[in-house]
């Protein structure tokens, strides 16, 4: 499938479809950025389990824990239009490296702090500032960096980080809940901000010029006017801004599966194991999702994004209407299948429409908008429950999800936007 690699030297074709599907990895640099991925959603999973054990142990108390939590996300949104526009003015590598060992040391040190038992409250939530701002920098970058070292192979690099995050969205919280009982919270926290030491360490395993890449400005700009570059990269494309729009209202309604879904598993399935039998057959779907995008290439991508994403949350109607439990997690297999599809080839459409040297700020741009509306969403979702009752809040919510998904495909540059080769490269300056 690949002739050759980043470096220039040959590859074997691969001998059968399953090899096929991984020829992509190839890729000399493609195998760094996907290994570093890898590894910092792994970690990502553990500190799901180990700073909630950690904040219990500490104080006990719930309202610290959301605290702490909320401090992480507020930081990932607001920072993240900033980490998009450095990492379109500097090295992508030299930023994700910057950006992980920076949230190495803040897990170092609070994992410290609770080790020596001197932790507190405030020195945990600006751990988590400092997690959720470093990852403000490293996504974008991540995103800017792999349209570069895929080349026009970014849907099959996408489609790899897709099932990565599948995987490590089922291994991270096991482990993590393994590491707490074994080990305890804080010496989980540390093995946590080890995982960021080895993304960055596999980062500066990259070679060429491609690690090093600095896009080249004909004059140069301001930190304000590339912030308007990247807002005008966005309203100047109606597929673009239009798509995320209507992401953003979906996300908006989709908050409130994760704050009711579990109540409703507790009133009729059961309690937690329902609801988490629920999360593992999403997961399962994304690993089918992202493994069916390894050799699917739509002619429409954006059609066919939003056609396999928008009953994503159909599977939440169901379970308002008290389905049987395997019928439900049939869907959630579709759901997770099709929100993986859905979001491999809109990350795929936005690296082979965007210019490189702007698609941090546009990654920075989608990110701060749909990720900012779910806390507003799941913070509505409990008081609609309260007015109207858990299911029909619930089937609302999801019901308006999978209408507002499907707008999308009335506007017709989404429609009718085809697949096309990446963007060339701007001129390349040493970093």
């Given at each position: 499938?690949?002739?050759?690699?980043?470096?220039?030297?040959?590859?074997?074709?691969?001998?059968?479809?399953?090899?096929?599907?991984?020829?992509?990895?190839?890729?000399?640099?493609?195998?760094?950025?996907?290994?570093?991925?890898?590894?910092?959603?792994?970690?990502?999973?553990?500190?799901?389990?180990?700073?909630?054990?950690?904040?219990?142990?500490?104080?006990?108390?719930?309202?610290?824990?959301?605290?702490?939590?909320?401090?992480?996300?507020?930081?990932?949104?607001?920072?993240?239009?900033?980490?998009?526009?450095?990492?379109?003015?500097?090295?992508?590598?030299?930023?994700?490296?910057?950006?992980?060992?920076?949230?190495?040391?803040?897990?170092?040190?609070?994992?410290?702090?609770?080790?020596?038992?001197?932790?507190?409250?405030?020195?945990?939530?600006?751990?988590?500032?400092?997690?959720?701002?470093?990852?403000?920098?490293?996504?974008?970058?991540?995103?800017?960096?792999?349209?570069?070292?895929?080349?026009?192979?970014?849907?099959?690099?996408?489609?790899?980080?897709?099932?990565?995050?599948?995987?490590?969205?089922?291994?991270?919280?096991?482990?993590?809940?393994?590491?707490?009982?074994?080990?305890?919270?804080?010496?989980?926290?540390?093995?946590?901000?080890?995982?960021?030491?080895?993304?960055?360490?596999?980062?500066?395993?990259?070679?060429?010029?491609?690690?090093?890449?600095?896009?080249?400005?004909?004059?140069?700009?301001?930190?304000?006017?590339?912030?308007?570059?990247?807002?005008?990269?966005?309203?100047?494309?109606?597929?673009?801004?239009s798509s995320i729009v209507v992401?953003?209202?979906?996300?908006?309604?989709?908050?409130?599966?994760?704050?009711?879904?579990?109540?409703?598993?507790?009133?009729?399935?059961?309690?937690?194991?329902?609801?988490?039998?629920?999360?593992?057959?999403?997961?399962?779907?994304?690993?089918?999702?992202?493994?069916?995008?390894?050799?699917?290439?739509?002619?429409?991508?954006?059609?066919?994004?939003f056609l396999a994403g928008a009953?994503?949350?159909?599977?939440?109607?169901?379970?308002?209407?008290?389905?049987?439990?395997?019928?439900?997690?049939?869907?959630?297999?579709?759901?997770?299948?099709?929100?993986?599809?859905?979001?491999?080839?809109?990350?795929?459409?936005?690296?082979?429409?965007?210019?490189?040297?702007?698609?941090?700020?546009?990654?920075?741009?989608?990110?701060?908008?749909?990720?900012?509306?779910?806390?507003?969403?799941?913070?509505?979702?409990?008081?609609?429950?309260?007015?109207?009752?858990?299911?029909?809040?619930?089937?609302?919510?999801?019901?308006?999800?999978?209408?507002?998904?499907?707008?999308?495909?009335?506007?017709?540059?989404?429609?009718?936007?085809?697949?096309?080769?990446?963007?060339?490269?701007?001129?390349?300056?040493?970093?």
């Open positions: 499938m690949f002739a050759r690699t980043v470096d220039d030297r040959p590859v074997d074709k691969p001998a059968n479809r399953v090899t096929a599907r991984f020829a992509v990895l190839a890729l000399r640099d493609l195998r760094f950025v996907f290994a570093s991925t890898l590894v910092s959603d792994l970690g990502d999973g553990i500190i799901s389990v180990a700073l909630a054990f950690a904040v219990l142990d500490l104080t006990g108390s719930v309202t610290d824990l959301g605290i702490i939590v909320a401090a992480r996300f507020v930081a990932q949104v607001l920072v993240m239009i900033v980490g998009g526009v450095v990492a379109d003015r500097l090295s992508r590598r030299t930023v994700m490296v910057a950006a992980d060992l920076v949230r190495f040391a803040g897990q170092l040190t609070i994992g410290l702090l609770l080790i020596s038992g001197h932790a507190t409250v405030l020195e945990l939530a600006l751990s988590q500032v400092l997690i959720g701002a470093g990852g403000s920098f490293f996504i974008p970058a991540s995103s800017g960096l792999l349209q570069t070292v895929a080349g026009d192979h970014v849907q099959e690099a996408n489609a790899l980080n897709v099932i990565a995050s599948s995987g490590s969205s089922m291994l991270g919280p096991a482990l993590g809940g393994l590491l707490v009982v074994g080990v305890g919270a804080d010496w989980a926290l540390i093995f946590d901000g080890a995982s960021y030491l080895i993304s960055a360490l596999l980062l500066a395993g990259m070679s060429g010029a491609a690690a090093m890449a600095v896009q080249r400005k004909a004059e140069p700009s301001t930190f304000l006017a590339d912030l308007r570059g990247g807002f005008s990269q966005i309203s100047s494309r109606r597929w673009l801004w992401m953003t209202l979906a996300n908006l309604f989709g908050a409130a599966f994760p704050v009711l879904a579990p109540l409703i598993c507790r009133q009729h399935y059961g309690g937690a194991p329902a609801y988490a039998s629920l999360s593992v057959c999403f997961a399962v779907g994304m690993l089918i999702g992202g493994s069916a995008l390894l050799r699917f290439k739509p002619k429409h991508p954006l059609r066919a994004a009953p994503a949350l159909v599977s939440g109607v169901l379970l308002a209407l008290h389905a049987p439990i395997y019928v439900v997690g049939l869907f959630q297999v579709t759901a997770g299948a099709g929100a993986t599809a859905c979001n491999a080839m809109w990350w795929t459409t936005m690296q082979q429409n965007v210019p490189r040297e702007a698609m941090s700020r546009v990654i920075s741009y989608e990110y701060a908008s749909t990720l900012s509306i779910v806390p507003v969403g799941a913070a509505l979702a409990g008081p609609l429950a309260h007015a109207i009752g858990v299911s029909p809040a619930l089937a609302i919510c999801c019901g308006a999800a999978v209408a507002i998904n499907f707008t999308a495909l009335a506007v017709r540059d989404i429609r009718t936007l085809e697949t096309r080769p990446a963007q060339p490269a701007a001129p390349l300056a040493s970093a």
